[in-house]
């Protein structure tokens, strides 16, 4: 149990990525992974969620708005502590607001950083090897943190039938 945020799906202080089609819930999905681990609730069926203190929600998809109707129709029921769960509207690829996001993670010690998405994070040509690695080296560099990507299928790899997520 001290080593799964999610037991035999999600490692502790280790980067997880989640992918697929668009439109298949994945960012819903991360979401509700850290509200149930801010609300000490199972996320339903089998699966539970270790504690989460706080978590910082790096969005290059939604608008804040989206988010706030997102996480209002996950806890309509119970409210959160407040500043559980942090929303950062993100502009820029990630390895140019790194030091920004740092301070983020440190100021408010966040232990689950959802990046939403891969694709974006990494800037213009994420289909290049260079680019994610960057990428995923910057979000490791959070080594107190459990780190949730969230990327999409590359187009290329929906034609072939092999799975891959986009940026790989």
């Known amino acids: 149990p001290d080593r799964w945020l999610v037991p035999n799906l999600i490692p502790l202080r280790e980067t997880t990525v989640l992918f ?3 439109g298949t819930t994945k ?5 509700a992974i850290s509200v149930a681990g801010v609300l000490g609730q199972p996320l339903g069926g089998p699966w539970t969620v270790g504690e989460v203190r706080r978590a910082l929600y790096l969005d290059w998809e939604s608008e804040r708005r989206d988010h706030q109707e997102r ?3 996950l806890t ?3 409210a959160l502590p407040a500043g559980a769960i942090l929303h950062r509207r993100m502009h820029h690829p ?4 790194l030091s920004a996001v740092r301070g983020d993670v440190d100021r408010h010690e966040a232990d689950l ?3 939403d998405s891969l694709g974006p994070a990494c800037g213009p040509e994420p289909e290049g090897a260079d680019a994610s690695v960057r990428t995923l080296m910057a979000l490791r560099s959070f080594a107190n ?3 949730l990507v969230i990327a999409h299928m590359s187009k290329a790899s929906v034609d072939s039938r092999q799975a891959r997520p986009f940026g790989s």
């Open 145 to 147: 943190s459990t780190r």
């Open 113 to 115: 950083i959802i990046c």
């Open 20 to 22: 697929g089609d668009g």
């Open 71 to 73: 996480l209002y129709g």
């Open 94 to 97: 990630l390895t140019e607001d």
């Open 27 to 31: 960012s819903l999905l991360a979401l």
């Open 76 to 78: 309509r029921q119970e």
